[in-house]
């Protein structure tokens, strides 16, 4: 029996640079605050995983910055999607994908506004049928209601199954497999022991997509 049509995608690392976005934002908004090398270094450390609103309270509590916590969670947010990429390749792909009658979307961890913000900034947002992020439900990947999230904003049902996409080996790979998907890796972070192999293991998301574009 065939596989269906439906492929999820994780955000950062996987469809966008958030590393380098991450590095450009920061620089940007502590030059524009005048804020001190320690309190960079503090929310390069912070925000290294992920980023949300409470981190600049947290900031602002520590450095005594006269700022309000959500004006600075603004900057931030805005200050990354300007400088968030996602290659002209992948955009292509993705294009040559919705071509081939498959349903796209994206399951990613992360604050809604800052995720959505790097979806529209990137042309991704136009790209996908739906996105399930883990603001949304207070829940993290590889929670198994993020994946079904993402299926009901598809309009699709995992019971079809489907294939997940992503950089991350327990929350994409894992949480994929636990959602009856079929998985393929983007090598780079450690493997956990006795986590099942993926399906497929590629070096960079263009190696993915030429993969799903030969799926019947």
């Not at 994908?97 to 991704?124: E, F, S």
């Amino acid at each position: 029996m065939p596989v269906s049509r439906t492929v999820f995608f994780d955000l950062d690392g996987t469809l966008a640079d958030r590393q380098a976005a991450l590095s450009d934002a920061v620089t940007g908004l502590c030059r524009a605050n005048a804020l001190t090398s320690d309190a960079e270094q503090w929310l390069r450390t912070e925000l290294a995983e992920r980023a949300n609103a409470a981190d600049f309270t947290r900031l602002r509590d520590a450095f005594g910055l006269e700022t309000p916590a959500a004006d600075l969670w603004q900057e931030y947010v805005d200050r990354v999607a300007a400088a968030v990429t996602c290659r002209p390749e992948v955009l292509e792909g993705l294009a040559r994908l919705r071509a081939a009658a498959w349903t796209i979307g994206v399951i990613t961890n992360g604050a809604g506004d800052i995720q959505r913000a790097k979806l529209a900034a990137t042309g991704l947002a136009d790209l996908v049928d739906g996105v399930a992020v883990s603001g949304d439900l207070e829940i993290r990947k590889p929670d198994l209601r993020l994946f079904e999230l993402a299926a009901t904003r598809c309009g699709v049902s995992l019971a079809d199954g489907g294939w997940m996409v992503g950089d991350n080996p327990a929350g994409d790979i894992g949480g994929g497999r636990q959602a009856g998907l079929r998985t393929i890796w983007l090598r780079g972070r450690p493997w956990p022991d006795g986590l099942p192999a993926a399906h497929h293991v590629v070096e960079d998301v263009t190696d993915a997509l030429a993969i799903l574009l030969t799926k019947e």
